[in-house]
């Protein structure tokens, strides 16, 4: 399985007391779904070598941060070297989104062209300011338009296609 195929839900940031759980910083939306006792992770060491996989024995939330018991992993010792390593799963294991939510790796890289079919440019990047995402595309000449993911400027998203079908409204160019 190769880098490019996993997700990072999670990364190690340090020990928790001294029976072998680990704090993770929750890289995910959805942490209760990935540290769910019974779950397998990948957990993938900074550098080079190999990944191996875990299994959730508990977790819990605790001040921003997830503290996890990994199945054989009993004391601090065993579990000091995995600060900094990050933990995966596959891609095909994505949580199913609800109609109208996109991975943000769906959505970058995808060609935005108009109603009418002209091409604006690529989706480079994706923004969070507040009340709705803003979808951040490279044009041709260089320039970035700044599309606001509301339904009248959204039309229709094709993530296989890598296509995505859009309404400019006045001021938007």
């Known amino acids: 399985m190769s880098d ?3 997700l990072n839900i999670g990364k190690v940031v340090n020990t928790h007391g001294i029976k072998g759980e ?3 910083w929750p890289q995910t939306d959805f942490p209760e779904v990935r540290f769910k006792p019974g779950n397998k992770l990948m957990m993938v060491p900074p550098e080079s070598g190999d990944p191996i996989t875990v299994e959730i024995v508990s977790a819990r939330e605790q001040k921003k941060m997830y503290v996890v018991k990994i199945k ?3 004391n601090i010792n065993q579990v000091e070297k995995y600060k900094g390593w990050e933990m995966k799963v596959s891609d095909e294991e994505r949580v199913p989104l609800d109609e109208g939510e996109y991975y943000v790796r769906d959505i ?5 062209e108009t109603e009418e079919g002209e091409i604006l440019g690529t989706v480079t990047d994706i ?3 507040g ?3 803003i979808w951040v595309v490279k044009m041709a000449k260089g ?3 700044l599309l606001p993911v509301i339904d009248d400027v959204v039309l229709n998203v094709d993530v296989s296609a890598r296509k995505i079908k859009v309404h400019l409204m006045e001021g938007l160019l």
């Open 22 to 24: 680990l704090k993770i």
């Open 72 to 74: 054989g992993f009993d």
């Open 127 to 129: 923004l969070s300011p």
């Open 4 to 6: 490019g195929r996993l």
């Open 131 to 133: 009340a709705n995402d």
């Open 108 to 112: 970058v890289g995808c060609e935005v």
């Open 143 to 145: 320039k970035e338009l």
